[in-house]
């Protein structure tokens, strides 16, 4: 079973991300924000985490560095997805190492293949 870390402090959209995946086999976890997250990240390797932006506390992109320094998550793909969709936000966030860059408002469809063909590889 693959497992997905979703990071987002919208309630709707973690909701219907959680039921989705789940309703493809994956195993979820949940995150309301960055240090939520990295504490999960301390337990848990995903195959892929599902990173928002716009966060409480600390945010996707300090979210990411975090996770790009862990020697253990290496091989864990990283997709942002935001509402952050100006061709710079865009820009920083592959920059920074995510594999993939999705915004909001999203087709829950195309995640879903998204994240499948992403974790296939």
Request: proline share 3%; glycine share 4%; net charge neutral.
């Amino acid at each position: 079973m693959k497992k997905i870390v979703i990071v987002d402090d919208e309630p709707n959209i973690v909701m219907t991300l959680e039921y989705t995946f789940k309703k493809h086999n994956f195993e979820v976890y949940i995150a309301r924000d960055g240090s939520e997250a990295l504490e999960i990240l301390e337990e848990v390797i995903p195959d892929v985490i599902m990173l928002d932006i716009m966060m409480p506390n600390v945010d996707g992109y300090q979210t990411l560095k975090s996770i790009k320094e862990k020697n253990k998550l290496k091989d864990t793909k990283v997709v942002f997805l935001t509402a952050k969709n100006k061709v710079s936000d865009i820009e920083k966030g592959l920059k920074l190492g995510a594999d993939k860059y999705l915004t909001k408002p999203f087709s829950v469809k195309k995640i879903v293949s998204e994240i499948k063909e992403l974790v296939a590889n």
